[in-house]
């Protein structure tokens, strides 16, 4: 792998962040190096997103933005410079598809919202379709989504921890549930209380009269 800001830091960039003086700090990013692969918390971060945003170039020099998503864990490390996820049957526009067709170069974003995180990603894309692949299509796949038609692995040139800076919080329903449940269980447990000792008056009551 190389340095984000080397593959990303070109003269125009780097003309602007001298501009806007914050070239050193970017500079001392870049001669920090890079690690050789993603390591556990990069790995643990991507295999526990349900969304991701992949970016691929089109023929006239567009990007093109699009949405990838599914249960925790849709998201496959293969190693520790490819990561992978199985693709179903959408639109059928394969925008994407035909992008990747002309050059292979992508870029992603997953973000934690909850906890304000996001990791960005570079990388060279590989898309398959899965019947030509079956083993690796086994491996993508998850379930509940259907049919896999083609497969995605990405070999990572580069990756970057983003600031949490603007990233407002949002929560799935999953999420949802994970923060209420104590307070739940609370109410659960009031509630059976209090029914008892309803439970418990009626009988006093009932023989008292």
């Given at each position: 792998m ?41 790995i ?56 990747l ?5 992508v870029s ?20 398959v ?28 040139a ?18 949802i ?6 307070e ?17 008056l ?8």
């Open positions: 190389e340095p984000f800001g080397s593959l990303m830091f070109t003269p125009a960039v780097q003309a602007e962040q001298e501009a806007r003086g914050s070239r050193d700090a970017n500079a001392r990013m870049v001669a920090r190096g890079a690690p050789d692969g993603l390591g556990d918390d990069e643990a971060f991507l295999t526990s997103r349900t969304s991701i945003y992949v970016a691929t170039v089109s023929e006239t020099g567009w990007p093109y933005v699009q949405h990838r998503g599914g249960p925790r864990g849709f998201l496959k490390v293969l190693d520790a410079q490819t990561i992978g996820f199985a693709d179903y049957r959408g639109n059928r526009q394969y925008v994407s598809t035909g992008n067709k002309n050059d292979d170069r992603l974003f997953a973000t934690d919202y909850p906890r304000k995180t996001r990791l960005k990603l570079i990388g060279h894309a590989t898309l379709d899965a019947t030509a692949a079956p083993d690796l299509a086994q491996a993508l796949a998850s379930d509940e989504q259907g049919k896999v038609e083609r497969l995605m692995t990405i070999r990572i580069a990756f970057d921890w983003n600031c949490p800076q603007f990233i407002t919080p949002r929560f799935d329903t999953a999420e549930a994970a923060l209420v449940a104590p739940l269980e609370r109410l659960e447990s009031e509630n059976a209380r209090l029914a008892n000792e309803l439970a418990s009626r009988e006093t009551l009932k023989k008292d009269s």
